[in-house]
């Protein structure tokens, strides 16, 4: 059976809405409609359903993430191919996506080495070659190293 | 000699996983008698159960194969002489024990039930640092572990060394290299699960209790870890395979690659599979060997006064060049019996005869489980499911499909999809109920979703491709191009606009680009025949049902009350003949089974249908969900309320395709 997901807006934590658990003693029991992020607590309430899927599909996407600034920035969007240069921080929101980055060994520090830019971007951490979307790419932000 | 016992494969649905664990089952044996196989995706975990269990398991060159846990028992010989039973797991690969997907839920769970257990962490040697960072994470959970550094020749041919001794003094535990592929260092191995330990290692409290900040104190851990275990000495020239590596994903060469690549698929599955082979089997085989036999085994087995028709079968063996042109090779021709017959004149059969003649006719008539299961199952799908899956094992393992992914990726992008996607979608072709549960590796459910949906309507699985090759082979190519265009028009639209109705976001594409390498062939060779086994399990016993259903339905005289019923639809909206309705009501049960149905009416001496007729059947029952199999597996993935969305969705739209492509062919007088 398909499993209800919830993520956690404070942390980013994904679990199960059975996973939930309530806070002991809570005289509600299932008429709250909070649910705590098993993480961090943090309790939130399940955001409400945003409108039919007919209204979804008429609707224009709208971004809630203000994009980086462009100008003077290097990212691995605007290196070179064939450059190298050292991640400086990860940006954009998403905990998860940072963290996803960070087990391929791709965390501030680490040097890396961009393959090529079209169709995908494609960057090399020591014998780690990984592929990245433009906005993925967008949001590694780095510092040419010291010549 | 490691003996192999039973193997029990658990799969990975989130409602199954609560259910099945934890394991080892009855009697909790001796903990310590569990190794649980452990590390990154991609890295050999499967090949080294097999070394270990000499049980296979799939295995290929892309991240996140596996994606159930198995599990078999295999003896080693102990120091005492007597041999020690013991249980080994195969877990699906993890970057990272935050439970975030649902491998990483899976293998933790995994560890935490089985306290006891010995962990063997497999490693690329290559990527030692992402194998360290996961080492650290586990040595929080206190298993006895063993590190394995596998790919060591891999790491050679880069320059690189790792201290094996220094790394083991540092972790406190055993460190075994292997190389699996070649089954070299099984032995060490298994001698080392023995002298198991916890990781020693000093791990300083991490400040926060995010994952990415833990994750980032122990990869600074890990770093100074390499740096006293790890060289690498730099000046390595390109080999032919890393050349063709980046070739591969260039944004013209690889675009190159990629046409080629579909052209041989094309030719191979499409033309040699489709065309050669299946005429071998279905004509050379099956209508001139095995059919006639089996129709005079049951007729001297199941005697009622009755003659068989003798008709000439020609068959050609020819070499194919394109679609319309081949190299014949040779002719054969036979006169044999086929399954209709007349009774004798005058004969009058009692109810002993009946009997005798309906069991013959379940057999061997014109609905008979030989004649048209079977021979269908053996002789149209095996030949083109082999060639599929066979060049897709190769394809598979040499690494080519991830950056299929960073070719795709842009155009996936407008269906919400991401490149990862192209995995599913390329297996589809071979199997849409494979590529089903494939479309596991996906991060969000909206991905997976669209994905299902998308290869349940307008990806033909092989055997239903095979056969609408046949009929395209009646109609001009320009039909054939336009058939293809619709498909990948309605995936393009279908997808996006299910993309945009559809709740959530797609996953970022951050995708692992493993190094190409040449296939092995016996490896190939094993993976064909554990999917073939796979699929035929999946196929006979659906078209040997699919085939009783419509030997009852005739014996019944139902099947012209059926047509009467499907008229309006069948012949009003799509302008076919009413005989055509039973070809759509067994496409409910299989869609390329209906499509065999279409063909019969579309070729030979009297073809029932117009060209403009077969276009629109051949549209119609594309998009026809695949088959029950694939409705339950949909169920399985997301739900019975899913695939009943999903299947109210197909069948509409399916014939609401068919009806539309048949009024404008007439409005614009095309055909």
Redesign the interface.
Known sequence: ???H?LTCPL?G??F?KSDSLCHHGCPLGALCNLNRCP??EYEFPEGPR?GS??R??LQR?ESTVPPLPDEGLLTVKTLAAGERAEVLCLAGD????????????L??G?ELRL??R???F?VEI????????A??AGDIVLKRPAA | MPEPAAVESVPLGSAETAKVLPFPGPGARAAAATVLLVGNPNVGKSLLFKNLTHRYVNVSNFPGTTVEITKARATFPSSGGSNREIEVVDSPGVNDLSPRSDDARVTLKLLEQNPGATVVQVADAKNLRRALLLTLQIAELGHPMVLVLNMLDELATRGGRIDREKLSKILGVPVVGTIALKNHGTAALIEAVKEARPVSLFIPEAASEEAYEINRGLLTRVNEILAETYTLDQPRHASLSVRLGFWAMHPLKGLAFLVTILAIVFWFVGLLGAGTLVNLMETGLFKQRITPLAIRATDALLPFPHTHEKKPIAFTFSVPLTPVNNIPLGTMERTVIVPTYALAPGAHLGPGAQILRFIHDFLVGQYGVVSMALSYAFAIVLPIVTAFFLLFSLLEDSGYLPRMAIMVNRLFRLMGLNGKAVLPMILGLGCDTMATMTTRILETKKERVVTTMLLALAVPCSAQLGVLLAMMASLSPVAAFAWMGMMIGIVLLVGSLTARAFPGEAGDFILEIPPMRRPQFSNIWRKTLGRLDWYLREVIPLFVVGTAALFLLDKIRALPAIARAGEPLVTGWLGLPKEMSSAFLIGFLRRDFGAVYILDAATGPHPLLSHLQIFVAMVTITLFMPCIANFLMIGKEHGMKTAWAMAAFIFPFAFFVGGLVHHISLWLSIF
């Open positions: 059976m398909a499993e997901f942390c934590f994904e199960r993480a961090c945003k899927w007919l979804r599909l996407k998403s905990p998860s996506r940072r963290n996803h980055l960070a087990v391929f060994g965390v501030p680490s393959l090529q079209h169709p995908s494609v020591g014998e780690t070659v990984l592929a990245l979307d906005d993925v």
